[in-house]
């Protein structure tokens, strides 16, 4: 698979927690870091993801879960969340997830 397979982002218009990465988001996540926590996808679902991190399993939402299925698939499985909702892979894609915790993925 190379880089032209990998869906183009998938541009909802919304910019909640879920859905595509703001280019604030993006630019916080560079010049305003946070903590950062490792962690390996290991199930990508409908509209669910999940990690494995050092502190445990733990569920997301995100709108384009195609697109990120083709990135693991491309590039593997490891990433960092980096605050702001923000999980950068190791390729340096940025992926918006929303933590199951806060509720339902709002619609497109």
């Not at 869906?7 to 703001?22: A, I, K, M, N, T």
């Not at 997301?60 to 990120?68: A, E, I, K, Q």
Request: hydrophobic share 40%; with cysteine.
């Amino acid at each position: 698979m190379n880089e032209s397979s990998i869906p183009p982002v998938r541009d909802c218009g919304r910019y909640l927690p879920g859905h595509s990465v703001h280019w604030i988001q993006a630019r916080l996540t560079w010049n305003q870091p946070v903590a950062h926590t490792a962690v390996e996808i290991v199930h990508i679902g409908a509209a669910s993801v999940l990690v494995s991190a050092d502190d445990g399993m733990r569920q997301f939402w995100n709108h384009d879960v195609d697109r990120l299925w083709a990135l693991v698939e491309q590039h593997g499985p490891f990433g960092a969340l980096v605050g702001y909702h923000v999980l950068r892979l190791e390729s340096g894609h940025l992926v918006c997830l929303k933590e199951n915790s806060e509720g339902p993925l709002e619609p497109c």
